[in-house]
Each structure stands twice: as C-alpha cells, then as structure tokens.
C-alpha cells in the first residue's frame, strides 16, 4: 500500500465575506496523480494556491508527508513546502534559454551535478534538439515541456499544474497530456492538476474531484464518475446522459419506456427512502451508449439530430411517447433527421436519482 503524501481535511478559504472553499477534504497518495475539475469559478485554483501555500486557509488543515503545512493557526511558506508548480501560461523565463531555464531552480548543485540533471531532464520531456533556444523560439508545446522539466528538476515531493494545456490546439491537447502523464508515472511523480477540460482529467488522472460551488460532490476514478455519479451535478458534468422518468421493480431493476434496465442501482445513499420501494418514480440516466442501434429491433426512435464525431454518430431520439434519449452508433450507420431506427437498452449500471432531487 502506497503512503499518503498529501491530505486536506475539512479546509474552508474565503476571499473577503465569500466563501470559496468549503469543507473540502482530499487524499492523494504517493505515486498518485489526481485532478480538480470543474466549471470556472468552482474554486479549482484556490484550491491548489492554498496547498502551494500562496493563500492561507481560515478553517481545517493541509498536511504534507504527515507535516502539517497549513491551518488557521501555523502556515509554512510556499518554499519550505518542497512543491513544483505549472502554470497555464507556462510562466518561462524568456531571456534564459532552455537549459537556463530548466536549471534555475538548481543553484545550490554543484556545476557537475547540475548539468547532469538538466541532460536527463532534456531527455525525459523531449527536448535534446532545442537545448539552446529561448521561449520565443519554441512551440507551445515545447514550451509547456520546458515548463513541466523545470518545475520536475528539484525533485519535488508534489506537482501542482494549473491547466498546463489549456493554451494548446485540441489534437496537441490530448497528445502532451497522455505523454505527461508516463513521464510523472515513469518518475514516480505525485501531482495534482487543475483544469475543465474532462478529457484532459480523464487522460492524466488516477483519480479525479468534480468541484462545484467550493466542495467536492464526488472523488472519484474516471469510470465511477462517468457510471456511478453521485450525484444530479456529477451525472450532468461529466460526460453525456439524459433523464428519462422509471419505476421502480426492486433495487436491482427499474422500468422505464424502453423496457427493464436491470444491475444494480448505484445510488444507493437514499435507497432507504420511500422512493426506492417498488412503485417508487425515479429519474433514470441513460447515457448515450446504453442505447444500442439494432435493425432488427421491433423498438424504434425517430432521429431528431445527429452530430458526427468520425468513428461515431451521437444520435438524439424521440422515442414514441416523446421521451428524447441519446444513442452513440459506429458512423457507418447513416441515418437521416427524421427517419425511424431501431434501438435497445443494454446498460449495465443503473443510476436513478429522487425526482425532487437537487
Ligand atoms: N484574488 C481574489 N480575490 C477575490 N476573489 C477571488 C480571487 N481569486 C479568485 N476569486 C474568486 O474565487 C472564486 C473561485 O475562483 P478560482 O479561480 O479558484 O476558480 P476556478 O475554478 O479555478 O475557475 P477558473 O476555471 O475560471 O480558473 C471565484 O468566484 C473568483 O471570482
């Protein structure tokens, strides 16, 4: 079992009377990388500054390696914290070159030592050709390298990235972020990154806090938040899915127009409530690939929009009670707005919520 490196318990934050952090606990371990994500405004940042130590916290406790390094009462200051930190606009030093740059932070190496780690940053980030530029002179993704390889140089304990490739074009986006991600792995890096972008989340984490209003609503793998969202917030933020309203059989079967979606229903906190009895009405989430095209399927939905994505087609359907689903269908089956197709439910988690439920 790794250690736990990094730990929140219960920090609250304010700017003046608003309260930007409230409550919020979190525990990432050593080798772990973990993300907040969230809508802008969640308080992604604030989070991250204040376990860099740029913002003091008003309530709770932030402990690092089992130090604590911030509460209300004590506050080590953000060069004692042994934390490397990337920023969005990747905040290079732009008359020092690669390699100055890289070495900044090395000043209390020997000439020797120093060079040797710049070389093996190079190395690991990509950069052997283009040691000697300044930032001007390199792409931006060249430049999130240079970034990434300084913040890594001194060895941290933690990394903190604050939507390091938000500035980058999609493609490149998704590509640097997969290759971050080996590289913390291969150097046994624990971080935690910042960003909106769900995609970005789900390529470099391990684990991943969906953020809304100051508080974490779920922290989570990928695959938990995307099948067993905890909540109204989490299913709506993360991914795609439409209510449809169901009855309940039992806690392993609810029905609803398309027929009997069976497993086990994942949202369980409130089972006990009258609600989840047979009988029970419930919003019910369909995600867009538990709606199956068959052509031999006696079930049809007519096609109210298509949108194509390459290898898919995200069809939205009206089903025949006027009901609107999503199905997501490999592309070469083309099918015209208006036209009737045949559909089935294959779901293998069945997530409802209260109908009264926030
Ligand atoms: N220095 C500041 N002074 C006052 N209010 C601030 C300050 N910095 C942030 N805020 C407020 O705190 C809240 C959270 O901001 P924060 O930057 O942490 O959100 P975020 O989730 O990182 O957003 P984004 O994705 O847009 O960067 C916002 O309402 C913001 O306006």
């Known amino acids: ?99 100055e740059n890289i070495g900044f932070g090395l000043h209390r190496m020997l000439k020797a030592e120093r060079e040797q780690r710049i070389a093996e940053l190079l190395k690991i ?8 530029k300044y930032p001007h002179e390199l792409s931006g ?28 074009d999609v493609s490149l986006r998704e590509r640097l972020s997969l290759e971050v991600r080996d590289i913390l792995k291969n150097q046994g890096m624990t971080a935690i990154l910042v960003t909106h972008d769900q995609d970005e989340a789900f390529a470099i984490a391990d684990e991943i806090g969906v953020m809304y209003e100051g508080e974490i609503q779920q922290w989570d793998t990928a695959y938990n938040l995307y099948h067993r969202p905890a909540n109204r917030f989490v299913a709506n933020f993360i991914g795609q899915g439409i209510f449809v309203p169901g009855k309940i059989i039992d806690l392993q ?8 979606l069976k497993g086990e229903i994942s949202h369980q906190p409130v089972s006990d409530c009258d609600v989840y009895k047979k009988g029970g009405i419930v919003d019910v989430l369909l995600r867009p690939d538990d709606i199956v095209h068959d052509d031999t399927s006696p079930l049809q939905a007519s096609v109210v929009h298509k949108a194509f994505r390459g290898a898919d087609i995200l069809y939205t359907l009206r089903l025949a009670d006027g009901d609107i689903v999503l199905s997501l269908v490999p592309s070469h089956h083309n099918h015209a707005i208006g036209e009737k197709i045949g559909i089935k439910l294959e779901a293998d988690h069945v997530v409802v919520f209260n109908r009264f439920e926030s």
């Not at 604590?68 to 606009?89: K, N, T, W």
């Not at 980030?125 to 000697?132: F, H, I, K, N, R």
């Not at 993704?141 to 490739?165: K, M, N, S």
Request: charged residues 20%; hydrophobic residues 45%; aromatic residues 4%.
């Open 1 to 99: 079992m790794s250690r736990i490196l990094l730990k929140l318990e219960h920090i609250r934050h304010t700017y003046g009377k608003q309260v930007v952090i409230n409550d919020l606990s979190l525990t990432l371990k050593e080798g772990d990388i973990g993300c907040l994500l969230g809508p802008s405004g969640c308080g992604k940042t604030t989070v991250l500054r204040c376990i860099a130590g740029f913002e003091a916290i008003s309530a709770g406790e932030i402990l690092l390696n089992e130090m604590r390094v911030s509460s209300a009462a004590s506050f080590l200051s953000p060069e004692q914290r042994h934390m490397g930190m990337v920023f969005q606009d990747y905040a290079l030093f732009p008359h020092l070159t690669v390699v």
């Open 125 to 132: 980030v990509g950069l052997v050709d283009v040691p000697s």
């Open 141 to 168: 993704g060249q430049q999130q390298r240079v970034a990434l390889a300084r913040a890594l140089a001194p060895r941290p304990d933690l990394l903190l990235l604050d939507e390091p490739f938000s500035n980058l």
């Open 253 to 260: 079967q609810v029905e609803i127009e398309l027929g009997v």
